[in-house]
């Protein structure tokens, strides 16, 4: 039962987008195509379990015996940097036109506060390995749902009659919080 309320909580209820507001640069500068959405949803997806796994195993077995806590945060940002550069390689060679259309949010990735948060959260809410990557990918999962809705609501804006002073950006924004509260109805589900 505590790994589905994980679950449920990391997609739903504290979606890391849209509650905890976590990952808005790529939400916002990758949502503009449904196929770049659900590409860069890949990668954070790859690098967000990734890390969360090393570096909950670098804060167990390194970190914490030795008393050296205060470089969690350089040790965490190393390792996500060393994951973001694994998928920049892989994609640059697999699918160019995919790192073309991610362009900079790709190495971006590195500092995403999102995935930084979830490494940070799994420590602080004392997961154990198994629940942290539980974790970990009901945030991936959140993230992908966020960002693909998203991006569907954009491209359907783009083939409708909206007033000039609010394409692009401001109808963006308006519908990020639309689709902010809609979320908020799944609050207190677990």
Do not use: W
């Not at 949502?31 to 590409?39: D, E, I, N, Q």
């Not at 909950?56 to 040790?75: A, H, N």
């Not at 783009?158 to 908020?184: E, H, N, Q």
Request: charged content about 10%; aromatic content about 10%.
């Amino acid at each position: 039962m505590e790994i589905f309320a994980i679950v449920i909580s990391a997609i739903l209820v504290n979606n890391i987008v849209l509650m905890q507001f976590l990952g808005i640069c790529p939400f916002m500068g990758v949502s503009k195509k449904l196929s770049t959405a659900v590409g860069m949803t890949g990668a954070v997806t790859f690098v967000m379990v990734l890390a969360t796994i090393v570096t909950y195993l670098i804060q167990v077995y390194v970190l914490e015996p030795f008393g050296i806590g205060y470089l969690q945060t350089i040790s965490f940002i190393l390792i996500i940097a060393s994951f973001v550069q694994m998928v920049e390689i892989v994609l640059k060679k697999v699918s160019p036109p995919l790192y073309q259309a991610l362009g900079v949010f790709l190495p971006l990735i590195t500092t995403n506060c999102a995935i930084m948060g979830v490494a940070l959260l799994t420590i602080q809410n004392d997961y154990n390995l198994m629940e942290g990557i539980i974790y970990a990918i009901g945030s991936a999962i959140g993230f992908g749902i966020a960002i693909t809705l998203f991006a569907g609501i954009r491209e359907h804006l783009d083939l409708l009659d909206v007033p000039k002073g609010m394409r692009g950006t401001p109808i963006a924004l308006v519908s990020a919080g639309i689709l902010a509260m809609a979320f908020m109805g799944f609050s207190g589900l677990v």
